[in-house]
Every structure is written in structure tokens, then in C-alpha cells.
């Protein structure tokens, strides 16, 4: 290896200062823009939410990097992002208001069974999606739901709705007549099995 290939490896393309500032200022508007963009982009509800979030990655990246491929910009920009994040999840973890404001609060989408259709509208989720989102935890339909939840990392929390205690009941009792069904059936073999003669 030639001193030029090193060079052009570690040497700097951007003063030190502009590679700390590139990351930080990108890393503040994503913040924002997510924050003002809803929890669906989050949620990636849709394909069209993950194709914004995979090409996002690729339109900061130049204005992250500028100028600079060399190894000590990439490791200057990765260090700077780790560093940025690490400070605001510290201080946010510390200021609940303000971690609130930055990364906005639970919101339900069923309360009840009962779909709340302004808060969909509100978090521009559609029914379709809804229901997509409940097949993926397990539920046949959204009619078993009892409380579903967009939180503000974007996932969606379903929680099932309890049986009526009538239905509870019935339950218990089939169970206890299968099981006594199986006993006297077991009874029954016992019997009908031929007893060993006395002599």
C-alpha cells in the first residue's frame, strides 16, 4: 500500500468541526420532521412508510457526509450521531414533559370495541391498516378487540376482549362435562374388562 492510498483513507475531506456538525443538524431535522410526520411513518403501516423511512436514509446521507468517503469522516459522522443520541435519550429520560413533546404521547384507537374513527383519521390511519395491523397479533377480526393502542414509537398494542361471564361459565362447564365424560368412560373400560377367576 502506497502513503497515497492512505492518505486518501484517513485524511480529512471536511474541516473537523463541519463533519460534527453535519450529523447533528441532520439528526435534529429527522427528529422533527418524524415527530411532525405522525407515528404512521413509524408504524410502517403501508409500503409507501417504508419506502419514505429506506430512502430518507439515502437523501441525508450526502448531507451528512459531504464531501468526505474518507474512514475517519465515516467513523467522525457514525461516532457524532451515536454520541447526539445517547445525550438526548439521557436527557429526555430525565424530562418527561419534554420527552412528551419530542416523541408525543399514546393515543387509542379502540377504546371499548368501539373504533374510535377521529383518532384513526387523526393519526391518518385507515380501517384496512387497522385490521392488518390485528391479523398480525393474532386477531381474526377487530371485533375481538376490546383496546388498541398507537404508541409513540409507532407500534400498535391490541388487547382482546374478555368473554362475558355467562360465557366464561358455559365454558368451565363443558370443560368439567368433558372431563367427566372421560372418567366414565374410563369406568366403564374397567368393568367391561374380564376379572381375573378365583380358584
Do not use: C
Not at 429506506?54 to 441525508?60: A, F, H, K, Q, W
Request: hydrophobic share 45%; net charge negative; glycine share 10%.
Amino acid at each position: 500500500m502506497d502513503a497515497k492510498m492512505w492518505s486518501d483513507m484517513f485524511n480529512l475531506g471536511l474541516p473537523f468541526l463541519e463533519k460534527i456538525l453535519r450529523p447533528v443538524i441532520i439528526y435534529l431535522v429527522l427528529i422533527v420532521g418524524l415527530r411532525l410526520a405522525g407515528k404512521r411513518e413509524l408504524a410502517q403501516l403501508n409500503p409507501f412508510d417504508l419506502v419514505v423511512l429506506l430512502t430518507i436514509s439515502n437523501t441525508v446521507q450526502n448531507a451528512i457526509i459531504g464531501d468526505d468517503n474518507s474512514v475517519t469522516g465515516g467513523i467522525i459522522g457514525a461516532a457524532t450521531l451515536l454520541v447526539v443520541n445517547y445525550v438526548v435519550v439521557r436527557f429526555l429520560f430525565g424530562h418527561r414533559g419534554l420527552d412528551e413533546l419530542v416523541e408525543g404521547s399514546p393515543d387509542l384507537l379502540i377504546e371499548g370495541g368501539r373504533i374510535r374513527r377521529e383518532r384513526l383519521q387523526g393519526e391518518v390511519i385507515t380501517l384496512a391498516e387497522l385490521e392488518t395491523a390485528a391479523h398480525r397479533q393474532g386477531f381474526t377480526s377487530l371485533d375481538e378487540v376490546e383496546r388498541a393502542v398507537i404508541e409513540p414509537g409507532g407500534g400498535i398494542a391490541f388487547v382482546r376482549k374478555e368473554p362475558p361471564p355467562e360465557a366464561a361459565r358455559h365454558q368451565e362447564l363443558l370443560a368439567r362435562l368433558d372431563e367427566i365424560s372421560r372418567e366414565l368412560a374410563g369406568l366403564r373400560a374397567a368393568s367391561a374388562a374380564p376379572q381375573p377367576s378365583r380358584d
